[in-house]
């Protein structure tokens, strides 16, 4: 980087000479020499999103598959809170991004412009570090700093806002090296043994996992944990990423409904967690507890987001003196389905047509019910799920994780009401030709919110109250809706029908829709 550098120039040569060479973007005026700048450092790619929920969708789903940040670029407060409902999601997942977010000149900002707003409120929003570089001096290592932050255990959404006369100055001392992240703490051994006496005190006990405990060695190491001492394995409900299938050690997910939950924590005198929090209600229910563990539960944390979850678990099979072999999930796929199409046949024929290493994203709500069961033994794959609950983002989850995770088949299962909040990734995945197949299952409702009218105990179940939920009326066509930006797609309303058009959508390279009309799970 020679010394005529901008601003910008410095900032995106940092980006990449720290690893974060995928950015999504939605610009504005205050961003533009950020977008002049890719044409200086061509190994930056640049992804235009339609909207800034998708930029910050999609830049969670990349971050999850690549295990590395994407940065995002947005367009000051308004395009921080546009992209605000995902960024939540994305640091519930704790994954690590690097927001850029442009701002007014420094010397522009006392004339209160129409887009002048309080940027620092709105990214207090999604919890994380955040800086705001007042000089052009000082972009490339606060650009440094962010990346680390990011990658710092167990991961984060770092945000950095760049006034616009930041990025046009000259930046003399160009591009800085990269950043070192924080290493992950180890668990003292003390900690580890004394867990290791807990297991063999003949109390039950109940072992949770989540986060980075989710992938393949840390599912085996959980475990041989509780093949070796007859404690309970449970993850939690929406695990960031799941790896999963044949050969891969199975592990029940705490279940959404809070009653349902309750069972299968009870009995529970010790519950030990591993890069999770403890279990609670997603919301509160008149009447009934918030924490989902049993009165009088002891509760203790092994290992959080500060430390390795993996070496943990290893360290305490080996302390238990666990074999190595465990038992892992038998290679079963599901029969064809056949007849009418409901959540039970679409969850069939995911299964029977799921690819070898396919990366499924999640974001079924009610009509998701059988999909955990039906792939748990196809081919080992990935699963992506809603981790903070702020609804729409499937199909930038599924953008950004096919960018993240090139040649292999994306496969989104997404709800239709949650699709329409961020419809606008079905443009970027056509524009990048990105093998994604997404199946929008179609029931015409806010399905879950007719269960939460019940489980609340509100009264109202009129017509009224009901038609809040109702996405008749006009229907929605998905179809037409994909093909308005350039994604074939298709309706299909029975098993054998949704069975072909996967077939041929999962082996078709580019994205591909199949509308797929299932009638609402009754509550």
Not at 178 to 183: F, G, L, M, V
Not at 211 to 232: C, N
Not at 365 to 378: E, R, S, V
Request: overall charge negative; some cysteine.
């Amino acid at each position: 980087m020679t010394d005529t550098s901008n601003g910008a120039q410095a900032l995106i040569r940092t980006l990449v000479d720290s690893g974060v060479d995928v950015c999504f973007t939605n610009p504005g005026t205050s961003e533009m020499h950020f977008v002049a700048a890719l044409d200086d450092v061509p190994e930056m790619r640049g992804i235009l999103g339609l909207f800034e929920g998708v930029v910050t969708g999609a830049a969670d789903g990349y971050a999850r598959m690549a295990g590395r940040p994407a940065a995002t670029l947005l367009h000051l407060g308004p395009g921080l809170g546009n992209g605000l409902a995902n960024l939540h999601n994305a640091t519930r997942a704790r994954t690590p991004m690097v927001n850029i977010v442009g701002d007014h000149a420094t010397y522009h900002k006392q004339y209160d412009a129409p887009l002048e707003s309080d940027i620092d409120s709105i990214a207090a929003g999604a919890p994380g570090w955040f800086r705001r570089s007042m000089s052009p001096d000082t972009v490339a290592a606060d650009t440094a700093e962010a990346v680390a932050a990011a990658m710092s255990p167990p991961g984060q959404v770092a945000t950095l806002v760049l006034p616009a006369d930041t990025c046009w100055l000259p930046a003399p001392g160009g591009a800085v090296a990269p950043i070192a992240p924080t290493p992950a703490v180890e668990v003292d051994q003390v900690d580890i043994d004394a867990t290791a006496k807990l297991l063999r005190s003949g109390a039950n006990c109940t072992l949770m996992v989540g986060g980075r405990a989710m992938g393949e060695r840390g599912l085996r190491a959980a475990t041989r944990i509780v093949e070796a001492s007859g404690a309970k394995l449970l993850a939690e409900t929406f695990p960031a990423r799941h790896r999963r299938g044949a050969g891969v050690p199975a592990v029940e997910r705490t279940i959404y409904l809070a009653e349902f939950a309750q069972m299968q924590y009870a009995g529970t005198e010790q519950l030990i967690l591993v890069d999770t929090a403890a279990p609670v209600s997603f919301f509160a229910y008149p009447g009934k507890p918030s924490v989902l563990s049993p009165e009088g539960c002891e509760i203790s944390t092994l290992a959080d987001g500060a430390h390795d979850p993996v070496a943990t678990l290893e360290a305490l099979a080996d302390a238990l003196g666990a074999p190595a072999e465990v038992t892992v999930a038998e290679h079963t796929v599901p029969a064809r389905p056949t007849g009418a199409l409901d959540a039970m046949t679409m969850a069939a024929a995911v299964a029977a047509t799921l690819p070898d290493e396919a990366v499924v994203v999640d974001e079924g709500n009610t009509a998701g019910i059988g999909l955990g069961g039906a792939t748990q033994g196809c081919a080992p794959h990935d699963w992506l799920c809603l981790t903070g609950g702020a609804i729409g983002i499937g199909l930038p989850l599924a953008t950004g994780a096919a960018i993240g995770a090139p040649g292999r088949r994306v496969v989104n299962i997404q709800a239709d009401g949650s699709a329409m909040y961020t419809l606008q990734a079905l443009w970027t995945m056509a524009r990048e030709n990105l093998d994604i197949t997404v199946v929008v299952a179609d029931n015409g409702r806010y399905a879950v919110l007719d269960m939460e009218l019940d489980r609340v105990g509100a009264e109202a179940g009129g017509p009224i109250a009901r038609s809040m939920f109702d996405l008749s009326g006009p229907d929605i066509d998905f179809v037409a809706l994909a093909a308005g930006m350039g994604v074939e797609g298709v309706r299909v309303d029975t098993a054998e029908d949704l069975t072909t058009h996967l077939e041929r959508a999962n082996r078709t390279p580019g994205p591909q829709l199949i509308d797929a009309v299932i009638p609402p799970l009754q509550a």
